[in-house]
Each structure stands twice: as structure tokens, then as C-alpha cells.
């Protein structure tokens, strides 16, 4: 099931930050959080197993609820780089066969 | 890091023909690679799990026969679209683990006219 997403877009000026959530009404297991420039294919950037949170930038953060079942993408001090639609994908244990499910993802737009 | 490697980075096909799209891993091995298909300003939509001398699995609503996936070696996978229309121009991308991360390959824009 796919998880939902939320905002759908988002404005800021370079320097603010930001926060996109993500939930899903199944038991999470793990979330990827990634980020897509247009006409490119996703870049990883962290992922938040259950039992355990891993930090994949200096600016960048995630929570991980597992009673929620939800997610959260912190951008801090955000640079004119960080525009770019980003992705949750929920999946299994984290096993290298579980397909991930991804939301509609967030449309992120930073101006000078 | 992981790197998984697509190609053709695009292609132009003529409607009836097909078209191959190859994904490999190149340094990690990969007993399974995931196939993606993204519209325009959606989401990445999964098409099919495939799996090293297996059979691949396909999400409700894939065509087997018409997206063909063969899983030969543990670093190559390929997507064959056979029989192409105007309605299968998508951007395709492959996916594998080199776990607990997945790595994208950067993607096949496919059109055809």
C-alpha cells in the first residue's frame, strides 16, 4: 500500500527549512527517503530501519515512529540544491528481496 | 558506494517494435533487481520484481508477456518492451539492493513514436 505523503509542494528561500512526513496505515519495517532532480533517477539519501535511525547528511535528518507508523525528512539551512521532488519508500525487514512501495512524493522548490 | 548501471540512457522506437533495456550491478552482486515505470509528475510506480534464474513477479495490472524480464546473472537484468505503443513512452528505472540501501540506475526514457 502506498504510503501518503505530505505537503504535496513546498516553496522556501534559500536558508529556511523544511519538514516532509510520510505514514502508512501497515506496519513499518523500514522507510528510504530519497530525492529526484527532474529528468534523473532518485538519489538515496538515508534510511530509518526499524529499531534504529541511520543519519545520511550533515543538513539533512529523518525520524522514524514506528507506533506511528510514519517518518519525517528534516531539511535544515536549505541550499538552492535541495530543490528536487523527494521520495518515501516503505518496505520489508530490509532484506536485499523486499520491494519498496513508494508515496507521491514532495515537490520541494528552493529560490534565492 | 553501490553503483547500478542503465542502458540505453534513452531510446526512439518506432510503434510495433521492441526495445531492451539492460540494468547491471556493478559492484555488488544482485539476486534481485526491482523495475520501475514513471509518468511525467508521478510517483515511481513498481512493475515487476525480478529474480536470478527465476522467474520474474509482476505487480497487478503488468503485462508478462509484454514486458519481458530475464534475470540471468547475478549483476545483469534486463526489460524487454515488446510490441511498443505511443502508451508505453515512460521513463523506466531499475533498482537493486546492496543492502539495507537500493541504488537507482539513472533511468531510460523511452519513446515511441
Known amino acids: 500500500q502506498q504510503p501518503v505523503q505530505s505537503p504535496q509542494a513546498v516553496i522556501l528561500r534559500e536558508g529556511e527549512d523544511a519538514v516532509i512526513n510520510c505514514s502508512s496505515s501497515?506496519?513499518?519495517?523500514?522507510v528510504h527517503w530519497y530525492r529526484q532532480k527532474h529528468g534523473e533517477a532518485p538519489v538515496f539519501l538515508m534510511i530509518l530501519l526499524k529499531g534504529g535511525e541511520q543519519k545520511g547528511h550533515e543538513k539533512i535528518s529523518a525520524s522514524f515512529n514506528e507506533k506511528k507508523q510514519q517518518s519525517s525528512l528534516y531539511l535544515t539551512a536549505s541550499q538552492l540544491s535541495y530543490s528536487g521532488t523527494y521520495f518515501c519508500g516503505t518496505g520489508g525487514s530490509g532484506g536485499s528481496n523486499y520491494k519498496l512501495t513508494f508515496g507521491k512524493g514532495t515537490l520541494l522548490t528552493v529560490n534565492p | 558506494g553501490a553503483v547500478v548501471s542503465q542502458h540505453p540512457s534513452w531510446v526512439i522506437c518506432k510503434s510495433g517494435t521492441s526495445v531492451k533495456i539492460e540494468c547491471r550491478s556493478l559492484?555488488?552482486?544482485?539476486?534481485?533487481m526491482f523495475w520501475y515505470r514513471q509518468f511525467p509528475k508521478q510517483s515511481l510506480m513498481l512493475m515487476a520484481t525480478?529474480?536470478?534464474?527465476?522467474?520474474?513477479?509482476?505487480e497487478q495490472g503488468v503485462e508478462k508477456d509484454k514486458f519481458l524480464i530475464n534475470h540471468a546473472s547475478l549483476t545483469l537484468s534486463t526489460l524487454t518492451v515488446t510490441s511498443a505503443h505511443p502508451e508505453d513512452s515512460s521513463f523506466y528505472i531499475c533498482s537493486a539492493s546492496d543492502s539495507p540501501r537500493y541504488t537507482f540506475g539513472s533511468g531510460t526514457r523511452l519513446t515511441v513514436v
Open positions: 525480478s529474480n536470478e534464474g527465476s522467474k520474474a513477479t509482476y
Open positions: 501497515k506496519a513499518l519495517y523500514s
Open positions: 559492484d555488488f552482486q544482485a539476486t534481485t
